[in-house]
């Protein structure tokens, strides 16, 4: 297991509603990465903070948005939730040096009614 | 668009038996490309990690070949093991962009 977490593990949301998801990464870990992956498919790529700013977002509109903080934890917001919204989400700190390796953390499975 | 794709999109095999995974991708400016393994309800692990210049890469029974040139990628099993169904994916890494590109995935079936 890696040093990262996330919560909640699981939550159910109405379509329209918005939703805060935590990670909180290893220490040292200044960057870290939220993706999206549906069931069977590899992850997709959100966004990601350095140093509590985001430097690199992936095809997803700007009602996913995130925070990073200080202590370098994050959280990922997702505005007017939608049915397609549903999947797991992952956040991932990455290990300082030019391999730019990535600790996953265990997720959050959201679902959108 | 920056893509990586893999094939084949899943794979059944005997254990003992040999495999290969392909990756192929279109992203630039290109870092490193790396395989991870994700088994059902976990996170990716990293197996290998390739730069531009490396053209191949084991970690134990898995080695990885990359041929920059023409933007491919594999990942070939020897003597698999039950404990090698996961799926297998293949991530690209620009790094001028800081962003890494992910495959689908081969989802890989070991059967006893």
């Known amino acids: 297991e890696t040093g990262v977490t996330q919560s909640p593990t699981h939550l159910i949301k109405t379509r329209g509603q918005q939703v805060t998801l935590r990670c909180s990464s290893q220490?040292?870990?200044?960057?870290v990465s939220w993706y999206q992956q549906a069931l069977g498919q590899g992850p997709q790529f959100i966004f990601q903070?350095?140093?509590?700013?985001?430097?690199g977002r992936g095809n997803f509109p700007p009602r996913f948005s995130g925070l990073q903080f200080p202590n370098y934890s994050s959280e990922l917001n997702v505005n007017a939730l939608e049915l397609d919204d549903s999947a797991l989400y992952r956040c991932?700190?990455?290990?300082?040096?030019?391999?730019?390796?990535?600790?996953f953390g265990p997720g959050t499975r959201l679902t959108v009614t | 668009k920056n893509q990586v794709e893999q094939s084949p999109q899943s794979l059944i095999i005997l254990e003992g038996k040999n495999c290969t995974l392909q990756?192929?991708?279109?992203?630039?400016?290109?870092?490193?490309l790396r395989w991870y393994k994700q088994d059902t309800g976990r996170g990716p692990v990293s197996l290998t990690i390739?730069?531009?210049?490396?053209n191949t890469k084991s970690n134990g029974r898995y080695t990885a070949t990359l041929d920059a040139d023409t933007k491919q990628s594999s990942l070939h099993i020897t003597a698999s093991q039950l404990s090698d169904s996961a799926s297998y994916i293949c991530?690209?890494?620009?790094?001028?962009?800081?962003?890494?590109?992910f495959g689908s995935g081969t989802q890989l079936t070991v059967l006893p």
């Open positions: 990756c192929n991708y279109t992203v630039s400016p290109f870092s490193n």
């Open positions: 903070y350095y140093r509590e700013e985001e430097n």
């Open positions: 390739m730069t531009f210049s490396e």
């Open positions: 991932a700190s990455t290990t300082p040096g030019e391999t730019y390796e990535q600790d």
């Open positions: 220490s040292g870990h200044n960057t």
């Open positions: 991530v690209v890494f620009a790094g001028s962009a800081r962003q890494l590109t």
